[in-house]
């Protein structure tokens, strides 16, 4: 089955208000480059794809046929205590301190100016997840 490079077989794909303004937290809260874009005729962002090193999300300016949703990620970092910083330092809202997990991450939590909850987990463990 072909994908694309950077894609999995499910890709996270939310709708926000103010797209760019969300483009850009993506950008300085978690590093996410913008790889792609189109605009709709009325010059909202249609479709903009993220990428997160291995990982891609795409987002869509909310409309009345598509309202904002949100939605939780877990995103694995290097280092979670200076990820969680940055992450309020873009304007996200702390949602739990970073702490150690029974399954092997050092883990905290955020939700983003859209509403979206995100788990930025450091991985401590070699071992399965649980």
Known sequence: MPVPEGFA???PYIFVDGGE???RFLEAAFG?????????PDGRIAN?????????????EA???????SAAFYLYVDDADAAMDK??????????DTADMPYGDLQGGIRD???????ISQRLSNGPYF
């Open 21 to 23: 303004d969300y483009v």
């Open 113 to 119: 100016p859209a509403g979206n909850i995100w788990w």
């Open 87 to 96: 992450a309020l330092g873009a304007g996200a809202d702390k949602i739990m």
């Open 48 to 60: 903009c794809q993220m990428r997160f090193e291995t990982a891609t999300i795409m987002i869509s």
């Open 63 to 69: 409309s009345e046929d598509f309202p904002a949703s």
């Open 32 to 40: 996410a480059r913008e790889i792609g874009r189109s605009i709709a």
């Open 9 to 11: 077989v499910v890709t």
